[in-house]
Structures are given as structure tokens and as C-alpha cells.
């Protein structure tokens, strides 16, 4: 059974840090490019970083950029997303997936809430 | 960056209905466009990629179509599992863009 399971998310002031966790199962991490996506609250989808198999390549949303790293251990099957100088308005639940062929794998979702 | 022009934003239909949500790219993103489903609290569900192909176990009356920069999900004989919001996201260029989202309602 496919499991993504993200964790580290929580109540942060703004300005802060934070570091999410993506521990990954029943699937050939190693073999796939993965994303972090996120929602805000009442809003939708917004496609935040991307990591290619390797870590050779990574892209960010300009909303994001600067600010957050994403990362993968494919040792440890976990993707990981860093968090810097957050802001209200990366509020939101954060998923791990990665679906663009024929799979689809996601996470549960784990929440930030950015605010003093 | 691409933009994805989704719509329409809200559709009102009956269960049984066909339904089609439409979706317009600012520029051609051959056929890397993913449609995805989400109900209220639940992570998304991807159900179509590469614009026309059905993910494993999505059933047949959902169906994608289009290449360049338009594209339609149509899904037939609506059932109340349906109804949900759905959403088509561009993977050709960086960054990904998703389009606003669909909420389906039951009339």
C-alpha cells in the first residue's frame, strides 16, 4: 500500500521556521520527481516546489522562492520542505504527491498556521 | 508564467446530468495538463493525465480532452459522489499553475 505521511507542521509566528517532513512507503521513491502543494484556507491548489529524483533539479513557486528548500533522502524514502521566513499568507495545509502519469500519490496534509 | 483560465467556477447540476468543465491555457502546453478532484477536507485525487488519459481506477464517465491550450473534463451520468471541486493544473513549464477550481453542486 502506497503511504505519504507528512508531518512538522504547527503554529509558527511570522518570520519563522518551520521544516516538513514527507515519509513515503510502498512505492520506488527514488524513481520519482515530487511536489509540495499547497491550499490555504477556503482557497485552492497552489503547486509550491518540485524536486526531480535525483535532487538535480528544483523549481519554486516566485511566491516561495528565497524562502523555502525543498529537499529528499531517497535513502530514507522522505522528502522534506523548508520553511523560512514565513508569512501570514503561507498559511495553509501542505501536501507531498506526485501524479503527473499514470500514479497518483498523495499525502494527508499537514497545516501551518503562520500568525503572532 | 502560464496561466490557467478555468470555468466555470461554480456549476450547478442534477444528479444523472453530463457535465463539462473547460479549461484555457495562456499558452500551448501540448497535452501536460492533469485534472484533479477534491472533496471537502480530503486530500486532492488526481483523475486524468497527460489531458486524456484515465488514472487507474477513476471510473469511464470521466473523460479529458484537448491539446494546445483548450481543454474539457466531461463527466457523464452524475452521481452524488461527484460533487466536488475539481481542478486542471498545467506541467509543461515551471512554475506548475493550477486553475481556480470547479465546485460541482448538487441542483
Known amino acids: 500500500e502506497v503511504q505519504l505521511v507528512e508531518s512538522g507542521g504547527g503554529l509558527v509566528q511570522p518570520g519563522g521556521s518551520l521544516r516538513l517532513s514527507c515519509a513515503t512507503s510502498?512505492?520506488?521513491?527514488?524513481?520519482?520527481?515530487m511536489n509540495w502543494v499547497r491550499q490555504a484556507p477556503g482557497k485552492g491548489l497552489e503547486w509550491v516546489s518540485y524536486?526531480?529524483?535525483?535532487?538535480?533539479?528544483?523549481y519554486y513557486a516566485d511566491s516561495v522562492k528565497g524562502r523555502f528548500t525543498i529537499s529528499r533522502d531517497n535513502a530514507k524514502n522522505s522528502l522534506f520542505l523548508q520553511m523560512n521566513s514565513l508569512r501570514d499568507e503561507d498559511t495553509a495545509v501542505y501536501y507531498c504527491?506526485?501524479?503527473?502519469?499514470?500514479?497518483?500519490?498523495w499525502g494527508q496534509g499537514t497545516l501551518v498556521t503562520v500568525s503572532s | 508564467d502560464i496561466q490557467m483560465a478555468q470555468s466555470p467556477s461554480s456549476l450547478s447540476a442534477s444528479v444523472g446530468d453530463r457535465v463539462t468543465i473547460t479549461c484555457r491555457a495562456s499558452?500551448?502546453?501540448?497535452?501536460?495538463l492533469a485534472w484533479l478532484q477534491q472533496k471537502p477536507g480530503k486530500a486532492p485525487k488526481s483523475l486524468i493525465y497527460?489531458?486524456?488519459n484515465l488514472q487507474s481506477g477513476v471510473p469511464s464517465k470521466f473523460s479529458g480532452s484537448g491539446s494546445g491550450t483548450d481543454f474539457t473534463l466531461t463527466i457523464n451520468s452524475l452521481q452524488p459522489e461527484d460533487f466536488a471541486t475539481y481542478y486542471c493544473?498545467?506541467?509543461?513549464?515551471?512554475?506548475?499553475?493550477f486553475g481556480q477550481g470547479t465546485k460541482l453542486e448538487i441542483k
Open positions: 504527491a506526485t501524479y503527473y502519469g499514470d500514479y497518483d500519490y
Open positions: 510502498g512505492f520506488t521513491f527514488s524513481r520519482y520527481s
Open positions: 524536486i526531480t529524483s535525483g535532487s538535480n533539479i528544483k
Open positions: 499558452q500551448g502546453i501540448g497535452t501536460y
Open positions: 497527460a489531458a486524456s
Open positions: 493544473q498545467q506541467y509543461h513549464t515551471h512554475p506548475y499553475t
